[in-house]
């Protein structure tokens, strides 16, 4: 299994940007599918993002499409979430999560798919 550690998060004034970032310790990261899932306060936790193995695919929430844009950096062991114009509602801890898979273009969507979650970083959007 992989380590993670996301970073990023914050306060920030709707319409306003944030990278988040999620790095990997331990062996093989380029077997890794990554998401990103968030939980608002009082709600289960959703899927917001994937991308597969060599980052060629990813794939988004309905919610979060033309907003969120996940990307990786596999020498640096890193995943991405960039998210612009953000909204109130976009107020949740914000969770990176790793699934070993053998499938280049697998891009996992559910959260019993992943093996491993970081600890998450808090993104507070103010209105």
């Known amino acids: 299994q992989v380590q993670l550690v996301e970073s990023g998060g914050g306060l920030v004034q709707a319409g306003g940007s944030l990278r988040l970032s999620c790095v990997a310790s331990?062996?093989?990261?380029?077997?890794?599918?990554m998401g990103w899932f968030r939980q608002a306060p009082g709600k289960e936790r959703e899927f917001a993002a994937a991308?597969?193995?060599?980052?060629?695919?990813?794939y988004y929430a309905d919610s979060v499409k033309g907003r969120f844009t996940i990307s990786r950096d596999n020498a640096k062991k890193m995943v991405y979430l960039q998210i612009t114009n953000l909204k109130p509602e976009d107020t949740a801890v914000y969770y990176c999560?790793?699934?070993?898979?053998?499938?280049?273009?697998?891009?996992?969507?559910?959260?019993?798919?992943?093996?491993?979650w970081g600890q998450g970083t808090q993104v507070t959007v103010s209105s």
């Open positions: 999560a790793a699934d070993r898979t053998s499938y280049s273009d697998y891009t996992p969507k559910r959260r019993i798919e992943y093996d491993s």
């Open positions: 331990g062996r093989s990261f380029s077997s890794y599918a």
């Open positions: 991308i597969s193995l060599s980052g060629g695919t990813t």
